[in-house]
């Protein structure tokens, strides 16, 4: 905060801060963002909402089947990167075998870079025809420990303990890969984040209502990849009494897994994201009744806990009843009415609706994720090398800059004549 008053910000308008879930951040008693909020009353925290995505999947594939499948898949990395032999034969062999592809080689699994584990697993399932002849190959090495290695995991890609749970992560989480991807962009609002994640839930609901039908179809595709490798989909077997297994009762192997792992994975997924999200959604139920699109249907109640919390930046707030009834009317004779506080801000004349203006350019301010100033961290790690550790801050500053916002165009000669005004200015 000091940094931000000797830069001449006015903190006052401060009117949002986003962190992660750490407890230095987020501590309702002894957090950062507590500490602000004393000050700054307006300054509500936010957990960025690319962290509660992340939150999400991690507890959801926390399911013993689940975890089991993510951990092999790393392991399957790792087996194939730690030797260059083996990274080509692999490479080589997609070649060979898939021809159509376009990729030639396995995604890591990373845990802090949330799109490279949606990525990771999906590039599996379509690479999965070309390992398999890749571990056949590498089973008859003359390499002691790459021929061991190659026939365990060979053993372990084959199984339908494996194979099923690979498949129902790739189509639930081909679902939420744009969700991911969105909540990293830099342009998106709070809002905006909110009404994908209802799309998304929408589509997980319907998925869980017809799940005879939807497991149906992704047992198929199992059934095929075994086929291929001359396996069988055997039903395990079912004790009276079992703690350490999942132990539905089942007449069929499909009906088995469709219990036993579709069914929690997906209900789990479901309850994660809902509530990992609802605090998103409770911070911005009173401000988004000024967008567009919601506002022909909200009342006065709905808004006034919004207008009254906001009071202190507002133009005149003893005029927004009316002006907000203003507002209805204008959007109510409109056919296309903007869904997102951005598009709402652009179709608001600030001579006409001041007060209006001023509510959806704090919802548009609202931080909705971190991701974006937590590139800069990937930045400083590759500019800040041991080759460059005696850097000064202006030029280590002025690179990170020039890396992450490598869209606008620098011109040499531009800059050094604005350093030389500057200086002739100050002396």
């Known amino acids: 905060m000091g940094c931000l008053q000797k830069n001449s910000i006015h903190c006052q308008f401060l009117v949002g801060q986003g962190y992660d879930g750490a407890s230095a951040m987020s501590g309702y008693l002894h957090g950062a963002q507590e500490y602000i909020k004393k000050d700054f009353p307006m300054a509500l925290y936010v957990h960025c909402s690319a962290h509660s995505l992340n939150l999400a999947l991690a507890n959801a594939c926390s399911l013993p089947s689940i975890r089991n499948c993510i951990s092999t898949i790393q392991t399957f990395g790792t087996f194939f990167r730690s030797s260059a032999q083996r990274s080509e034969l692999l490479r080589t062999t997609i070649i060979e075998t898939l021809s159509e592809t376009r990729h030639t080689t396995l995604v890591a699994l990373c845990e802090t870079r949330w799109v490279y584990k949606h990525e990771s697993v999906m590039r599996f399932k379509e690479l999965y025809p070309a390992i398999i002849v890749a571990l056949e190959k590498l089973e008859s090495s003359i390499n002691k420990e790459t021929a061991q290695k190659s ?250 800059l020039m890396s992450v916002h490598r869209d606008i165009n620098v011109d040499p000669e531009e800059k050094y004549l604005a350093v030389e005004d500057y200086s002739v200015h100050c002396v």
């Not at 998925?207 to 059934?223: G, I, P, T, Y």
């Not at 567009?292 to 207008?307: F, G, L, M, Q, R």
Request: proline share 4%; net charge positive; with cysteine.
């Open 151 to 400: 026939c365990q995991l060979l053993s372990t890609i084959k199984d339908a303990k494996f194979v099923i749970p690979l498949v129902i992560i790739e189509n639930i989480f081909s679902y939420i890969l744009t969700l991911c991807k969105q909540l990293q962009t830099i342009n998106a609002d709070l809002v905006e984040a909110c009404n994908h994640v209802d799309d998304v839930l929408a589509v997980l609901d319907e998925m869980r209502e017809n799940n005879k039908q939807h497991f149906s179809d992704l047992f198929s595709v199992v059934a095929i990849m075994l086929n291929k490798n001359k396996e069988d989909i055997v039903l395990p077997r079912i004790a009276n009494k079992q703690t350490h297994r999942s132990n539905v009762p089942s007449h069929s192997s499909e009906e088995y897994y469709n219990f036993n792992i579709f069914l929690p994975f997906l209900d789990y997924i479901r309850s994660q994201l809902c509530d990992r999200f609802q605090k998103h959604k409770s911070l911005i139920s009173s401000l988004q009744q000024i967008i567009p699109s919601k506002c022909i249907i909200a009342t006065n109640e709905e808004i006034n806990d919004c207008v009254n919390f906001y009071s202190q930046i507002l133009i005149e707030p003893n005029a927004f009843k009316a002006e907000f009834a203003i507002w209805k009317t204008k959007w109510l004779k409109e056919g296309s009415r903007p869904k997102t506080a951005i598009a709402g801000l652009d179709n608001c004349n600030p001579l006409l609706f001041p007060n209006i203006r001023k509510l959806l350019q704090v919802l548009v301010t609202m931080p909705m994720s971190t991701a974006t100033p937590e590139r800069t961290f990937s930045s400083l790690k590759r500019l800040k090398t041991y080759l460059r550790n005696s850097t000064g801050e202006t030029r280590l500053n002025g690179l990170a």
